[in-house]
T-cell receptor, first 116, second 111 residues
Framework: AQTVTQSQPEMSVQEAETVTLSCTYDTSESDYYLFWYKQPPSRQMILVIRQEAYKQQNATENRFSVNFQKAAKSFSLKISDSQLGDAAMYFC?????????????FGQGTTLQVKP | NAGVMQNPRHLVRRRGQEARLRCSPMKGHSHVYWYRQLPEEGLKFMVYLQKENIIDESGMPKERFSAEFPKEGPSILRIQQVVRGDSAAYFCASNSGNTIYFGEGSWLTVV
């Protein structure tokens, strides 16, 4: 069975600085998708970024980018120029690619604090 | 994602009562997922349904919990004889391509 591990329960960053959140996963599949979701105090789940396993190029969305290391089964999220609004819980998630309708497996989450 | 609609947003039930949570997926989608988030934890998959059919219920508790997605109307997650441990946020989701989008969640409090 697939598992997702986030080893940092809490992280903090100074406003305008860069922070990296770690995520590792375990799978025997070669085709899958990885996601980072943000959950602010409103508790809504917001998609931050997505990576297809078959793509070697790391995904980027504005200030958010990932470092996808397939062999190491690592999928870290880098937030550049951190803003106060980035403060939230961040979840890493895995989805199988073997069907069009795979469920998500989530990590335990990392709480990010942004200091002004 | 605003396309996935859940209601109620907040629900309070006394122990032993029934809770019903509703979800309408994104327009044109015929599949929904239900996830549960206990306090201070990540989301856990519960069940995946398409219209009139349960595809995967491997995350559903064996007792008291049931889900349906009728041909007409929203998907319903039903919890019978609620206990305090059922207090959680329940999220519904539907997928657009290979990405899953979530509703805003329903918060169940059992008193």
């Amino acid at each position: 069975a697939q598992t997702v591990t986030q080893s940092q329960p809490e992280m903090s960053v100074q406003e305008a600085e860069t922070v990296t959140l770690s995520c590792t996963y375990d799978t025997s599949e070669s085709d899958y998708y990885l996601f980072w979701y943000k959950q602010p105090p409103s508790r809504q789940m917001i998609l931050v970024i997505r990576q297809e396993a078959y793509k070697q190029q790391n995904a980027t969305e504005n200030r958010f980018s990932v470092n996808f290391q397939k062999a190491a089964k690592s999928f870290s999220l880098k937030i550049s120029d951190s803003q106060l609004g980035d403060a939230a819980m961040y979840f890493c998630a895995y989805r199988t690619g073997s069907s069009n309708t795979g469920k998500l497996i989530f990590g335990q989450g990392t709480t990010l604090q942004v200091k002004p | 994602n605003a396309g996935v609609m859940q209601n109620p947003r907040h629900l309070v039930r006394r122990r032993g009562q029934e809770a019903r949570l509703r979800c309408s997926p994104m327009k044109g989608h015929s599949h929904v997922y239900w996830y549960r988030q206990l306090p201070e934890e990540g989301l856990k998959f519960m069940v995946y349904l398409q219209k009139e059919n349960i595809i995967d219920e491997s995350g559903m508790p064996k007792e008291r919990f049931s889900a349906e997605f009728p041909k007409e109307g929203p998907s319903i997650l039903r919890i019978q004889q609620v206990v305090r441990g059922d207090s959680a946020a329940y999220f519904c989701a539907s997928n657009s391509g290979n990405t899953i989008y979530f509703g805003e969640g329903s918060w169940l409090t059992v008193v």
